[in-house]
């Protein structure tokens, strides 16, 4: 049997403990959109007749922020 190396298992382990940190955080964002989509009921019906008036040209207009 092959000998484990303990740096190796580690690394594993902290990989698997942030990902499993970034998916809790992530259940979470998502369950706040979904409960305010439910208060806001309009809100993604405006979104969807923004996106559909804005136009790629009119779009890059609004990009004019300094960095």
């Known amino acids: 049997m092959p000998k484990k190396d303990p740096l190796a298992e580690l690394s594993q382990?902290?990989?698997a403990a942030t990902l499993s940190g970034?998916?809790?955080g992530l259940n979470l964002l998502l369950?706040?959109?979904r409960?305010?989509?439910?208060v806001?009921?309009?809100a993604l019906?405006?979104?969807?007749?923004?996106s559909e008036r804005v136009g790629?040209?009119?779009e890059a207009d609004f990009d004019n922020m300094p960095v």
């Open 13 to 15: 382990e902290m990989l």
């Open 22 to 24: 970034q998916a809790m």
């Open 31 to 33: 369950a706040e959109m």
């Open 35 to 38: 409960a305010l989509s439910e």
């Open 40 to 42: 806001l009921p309009g």
């Open 45 to 50: 019906a405006q979104s969807a007749a923004v």
């Open 56 to 58: 790629p040209a009119e």
